[in-house]
């Protein structure tokens, strides 16, 4: 049994702007069995946050190519991408990359 | 649609000549058979993608690969960790490097830099602050200055959105202690012909002159020299007429790629008259790796395959006596967001005028969304186009005449449409006129005999009346300016319902250009050659 877990969610990259303009986010995830793993977060996103064009954030099961996720300032590759598992204050930010100048 | 990128994704990867990484080049192989295959046959091979990707991912080390003490932050290339403090090494190593291999720009050298507010040319910025500070090691040695052009016009923002970004933009500029200008892109419409005409340069200067002018620099142990900070002027008011006008200018333009094409020529004759009317002999740009790579696959869509190495080249000589440079292109797109993010780069973000538009409606989102959706999977896709374009060379000489070979009126690039003999511009050309109806009065071969004369007869009555200046009210038909533009923007102005919003420099020059030719075929016969 997890306890409710609280995340600081990021936004960057223009990616804040499917997010009403608001960069950071602090959520608290319902508590579930489970630990609440990457995937499940984006599942939680996109159905709790996500203003408009959902396609424009998350493909499929995971982020569309050309978001970077960062866990703890680390990138997500290392951290074992949609199978983390979270963990209680752990900060995920979302960089978009797709309109740099 | 879907076999259209096959077909060109087996062509890339044939050019780039077995460039990939070996642990991709059995799934390359699987990619080829099956193209002839229908499309749940490529799924496969998709997942054999991801299954070495992520066996590849799984052998990562836990330490970083440099120092190989602390953990590490961010994974660059295929298979390398590295930890905070060497990627801050590396990402500014490579900023140097690249600035040092090219010897471009000579010490105490006045250049601009093109900030757009995005994350790459925000990190240009950034760099070049560092370089400049008094502890780095081995100073820069030039003099920058910044200009950022508004370009809320065109993507409908109010003036109060517009004014709330440059406020930002302003204070972060204010802090770095440059000169900067920020200008509407609203001044686009009052530039000089002269922004059009290529000034007469001296020779470059050679590689050992670079050499002997950093040891003078050095000896005489001149700081760089001390700028006035802050706008040399107030920004300017932007007045609703232009804005107006501009806004008409993108309306008349029917495709959303010739408006992007379109937006980045403005974009250029204005960051080239900032440049030149305040005193800079080089401009930055901040375009990085992932940026060229798609700018590069798109160039070529659109018809500027003889461009393609002063678009995506480290500089850019097309100007004359400005040079741009691209010292961001060797970072990835990822490489410049993670150094923002960990190291706090100030970037502002301003939607553009593809922001929320859908993948398919122009060329150049196609190419991006392709780009970016391989390159999640094959992670050196970047890598090898970009290494593919440093390739490419310029096929023309510097000018060194002062009457040189022609240059397109938009691009500024040297002209590519002349169609010799069984070329491939001569055959687009035929078959552009056998496919049209039949309609002989108004559709003539574009070259130059066939419109000289159309424009000797246009010309004739009103030569009698007028005296230089702008006669026939600045009329132009498309016929008169596709004599003078390169291939690629003739078919940027196709896709235009109309030109009389072109700016007035853009007329004028044309008929200025086009009044001159028909003079010397005039007077032809006169001429010692």
Known sequence: MAAPTSINLEFGGGAELLFDGIKKHHVTLPSQSEPWNVKQLLVWIQQNLLKERPELFVQGDSVRPGILVLINDADWELMGELKYQLQDQDNVVFISTLHGG | ?529
């Open chain 2, 1 to 529: 649609m879907e076999l259209l990128l096959n077909k060109t994704r087996l062509l890339f990867f044939q050019l780039s000549g077995g460039h990939c990484d070996s642990r991709q080049d059995n799934t390359v192989d699987a990619l080829n058979k099956n193209l002839r295959k229908p499309q749940h046959h490529f799924a496969l091979a998709n997942k054999e993608a991801m299954r070495s990707k992520h066996q590849a991912a799984q052998s990562i080390s836990k330490l970083c690969v440099k120092c190989k003490v602390h953990p590490p932050a961010v994974l660059l290339r295929v298979g390398d960790p590295y930890c905070r403090s060497c990627f801050n090494d590396y990402f500014i190593h490579k900023f140097r490097a690249m600035l040092g291999k090219n010897r471009v720009i000579f010490p105490g050298e006045k250049v601009l830099l093109a900030v757009s507010g995005g994350p790459s040319s925000c990190s240009m910025l950034h760099q070049v602050q560092e370089g400049l500070s008094v502890n780095a090691h081995k100073k820069l040695r030039f003099t920058p200055g910044i200009v950022f052009i508004d370009e809320g016009a065109l993507t409908g923002r109010s003036l109060e959105d517009r004014n709330k970004t440059n406020s930002e933009l302003k204070a972060l500029f204010e802090s770095t202690g440059l000169p900067f200008y920020i200008i509407p892109l609203e001044h686009v419409l009052e530039l000089p012909i002269s922004v059009l005409i290529q000034p007469h340069v001296r020779s470059t200067e050679s590689a050992t002159s670079y050499k002997v002018a950093v040891a003078e620099f050095d000896q005489n142990n001149q700081s760089v020299a001390a700028q006035l900070p802050g706008q040399e002027q107030d920004p300017a008011a932007v007045s609703e007429v232009h804005t107006l006008k501009l806004q008409q200018l993108m309306a008349s333009v029917k495709t959303h790629t010739a408006r992007d094409e379109l937006l980045c020529t403005l974009r250029q004759h204005l960051l080239l008259h900032t440049a030149r009317s305040e005193g800079y002999s080089k401009l930055m740009l901040g375009d990085s790796c992932t940026r060229l790579a798609m700018k590069l696959l798109s160039n070529i869509s659109l018809g500027r395959g003889a461009q393609a190495a002063l678009d995506t080249g480290f500089s850019d000589s097309r100007y004359g006596d400005v040079i741009a440079v691209r010292p961001m292109r060797d970072y990835s797109a990822k490489e410049i967001a993670y150094y923002n993010h960990l190291f706090s780069v100030p970037s502002v973000f301003i939607p553009g005028l593809d922001f929320k538009t859908s993948d398919k409606d122009s060329i150049q989102r196609l190419t991006e969304g392709f780009v970016i959706k391989l390159q999640s999977e094959f992670p050196s896709t970047v890598s090898t186009i970009y290494r593919t374009s440093e390739k490419l060379q310029t096929a023309c000489e510097a000018p060194t005449a002062l009457n040189d070979s022609p240059r397109c009126v938009l691009c500024l690039c040297a002209l590519d449409t002349a169609a010799e003999n069984a070329s491939a511009f001569q055959a687009t050309m035929i078959s552009e006129q056998l496919s049209q109806k039949k309609s002989p009065q108004n559709d003539c071969l574009p070259t130059h005999k066939g419109s000289t004369d159309k424009t000797q007869s246009s010309s004739a009555d009103c030569s009698g009346l007028c005296h230089g200046g702008s006669c026939c009210s600045n009329r132009l038909e498309p016929m008169e300016l596709k004599t003078l533009l390169c291939y690629s923007c003739q078919l940027t102005i196709k896709d235009m319902s109309s030109l009389e919003h072109m700016p007035n420099y853009i007329i004028s020059e044309t008929q200025r250009r086009l009044r001159r030719s028909q003079m010397k075929a005039e007077i032809s016969n006169f001429l010692l050659d």
